[in-house]
């Protein structure tokens, strides 16, 4: 694989294809493409185009930033339902799954939340989710979309020492106060907002 030095990324900077990095530096296309491949993950390369057109490169001497995987994005990879982002979320650190069902519940989006309900398939620390929900005083919404959700998508399964059996009190998911799956509505006191025609489009 072809190294390169800062000169080298001067004289190539600017918008690129493989066999212009690869005239510009007197090496292989595929030396060149695992050079672009290395600057990329450097943070040095922007790439557009593909398929049919031709994929151009832009190469720049400073590294850009890579932005985070944050709600909407982390919505969009697991839910066949796509959502548009209601607002830039800014993420610091790790950001996951866990993170994300408490943040969609904060946005009280029908569309947002139902979407988001494909999460409980990812979750891999239960014990996070709890806390974080806990926290978030919205651990009752959760247990209900959850008994929702596994009627209609494949999830995790939840320890039963996170399981709740009662609420105190009813709680709104979003600005809907109906009591969609009486069953679980009821056991909960949580308004569910989405009916099994609203599931069936995150099937």
């Known amino acids: 694989m072809a190294s390169i030095n800062e000169k080298q990324l001067l004289r190539i900077s600017g918008l690129q294809t493989a066999e212009s990095v ?5 090496i292989t296309r595929q030396s060149a493409l695992n050079l672009v491949s290395r600057l990329k993950k450097a943070g040095h390369v922007v790439s557009s185009g593909g398929g049919k057109q031709k994929r151009i490169y832009t190469i ?3 590294k850009h930033r890579i932005k985070q995987e944050g709600l909407f994005d982390m919505i969009n990879k697991y839910s066949p339902m796509k959502v548009v982002p ?7 650190g790790r950001y996951t799954p866990e993170d994300a ?3 969609a519940l904060e946005t009280k989006n029908f569309r947002v939340i139902l979407a988001s309900m494909r999460l409980f398939g990812h979750i891999n620390n239960w014990s996070k989710l ?4 806990r926290k978030k005083d919205c651990w009752k919404k959760l247990c209900a979309l959850y008994s929702v959700a596994k009627q209609f998508v494949r999830v995790r399964k939840m320890p039963k020492k996170y399981e709740l059996n009662a609420g105190n009190g009813w709680v709104q998911i979003t600005q ?10 009821e056991k909960y006191k949580v308004y569910i907002p989405f009916n099994k025609q609203d599931m069936e489009e995150i099937k």
Do not use: G, R, W
């Open 60 to 62: 720049t001497t400073t």
């Open 22 to 26: 690869a005239e510009k530096l007197k």
């Open 176 to 185: 809907l106060k109906t009591k969609n799956f009486p069953e679980i509505s």
């Open 101 to 103: 069902l408490v943040d």
């Open 86 to 92: 209601l607002y830039d979320h800014q993420v610091h």
């Open 130 to 133: 709890y806390a974080v929900a």
